[in-house]
C-alpha cells in the first residue's frame, strides 16, 4: 500500500513534531537525518513524512497529497481553511499581537493607521472586527522593520519571547489571539484512511506533554 503522507513545516515546529511521533511510539530515524531528500519513510508505520514551508502544508493537505498535515494556527487563519483541524497540539506556542514604537499613542489622532503585517487577511480582519478603517501593507519578513523606517505605525505580527520587539524598540498594544500548532486532515483522506488516521490522532493525543 502507497504511504500516507504527513506534511511537516519546516523550521521552529520541526523538532517538536518529530518528538511528538517518537512519545507516540513511531520510527523516526529517518526524519532525523533527512540530508536533502524531503519525502521520508516512517518504517513500521502506514506513514512518510514531508518536508514543507507552513503555506505549503496546507496547499498539499486542501489538495489531498498529503492525507495530514503539522501547520501552526498562524498559517491556518491567513490562509483557507479546506480542511479539518483535529488537534491542538499543545506546541509552538506564541500569539499574534498588534505593536507600534515604546510610547506611542496607536490609537490617538484620526488619520487612517498604516499596519504592516506577514498576515494581510489576520491583520484586515482584526481592524474590522474593531470596526476601524487602516491601511495594510504586506511585507515578507522583518515586518519590525516597517514601522521603524516609516513605513507603518504599527505592525500586527507573531510574538513569542517578545525580545524581537524589545529589541527594536517596540512594544504590544494588543493581543490579537494565541497561537499553536494544529493537525490538519484532507476531508476525503479520512473517509479514505479513516482507521489509520484516526489511530494516529489517538498516538498523538496520547503522546502529548
Ligand atoms: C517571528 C516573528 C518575529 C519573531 C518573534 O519571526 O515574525 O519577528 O519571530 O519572536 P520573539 O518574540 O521570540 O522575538 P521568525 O523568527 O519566525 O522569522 P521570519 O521573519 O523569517 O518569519
Known amino acids: 500500500m502507497e504511504k500516507i503522507k504527513i506534511a511537516i513545516t519546516k523550521g521552529r515546529l520541526l523538532e ?8 507516540a511510539g ?6 532525523r537525518e533527512p540530508g536533502r ?21 496546507i496547499t498539499y493537505v486542501e489538495h489531498g497529497v498529503c492525507a495530514l498535515g503539522i501547520v501552526g494556527k498562524d498559517t491556518i487563519l491567513e490562509h483557507s481553511n479546506d480542511f479539518y483541524e483535529v488537534l491542538d497540539l499543545g506546541f509552538g506556542k506564541c500569539s499574534f499581537a498588534l505593536a507600534a514604537p515604546k510610547g506611542s499613542d496607536f ?3 484620526s488619520r487612517t493607521k498604516r499596519i504592516a503585517s506577514k498576515y494581510p487577511r489576520i491583520a484586515h480582519d482584526y481592524f474590522l472586527s474593531k470596526g476601524m478603517d487602516v491601511s495594510v501593507i504586506k511585507i515578507e519578513g522583518s515586518v519590525e522593520l516597517a514601522p521603524l523606517l516609516g513605513l507603518s505605525d504599527a ?4 510574538v513569542e519571547t517578545g525580545s524581537t520587539l524589545r529589541a527594536n524598540g517596540l512594544e504590544v ?6 497561537l499553536s500548532a494544529r493537525l490538519i486532515v484532507n476531508t476525503a483522506a479520512m473517509k479514505l484512511y479513516r482507521q489509520e488516521i484516526l489511530a494516529f490522532i489517538d498516538k498523538c493525543r496520547g503522546a502529548m506533554q
Open 16 to 23: 517538536n513534531s518529530i518528538s511528538l511521533f517518537e512519545r
Open 26 to 31: 513511531y520510527d523516526c530515524s529517518e526524519l
Open 37 to 57: 531528500r524531503l519525502i521520508l519513510d516512517i518504517p513500521g508505520s502506514p506513514f512518510s513524512g514531508v518536508l514543507a514551508k507552513a503555506p505549503d502544508v
Open 107 to 109: 490609537y490617538a489622532g
Open 155 to 158: 505592525i500586527v505580527d507573531i
Open 173 to 178: 498594544v494588543e493581543t490579537v489571539c494565541s
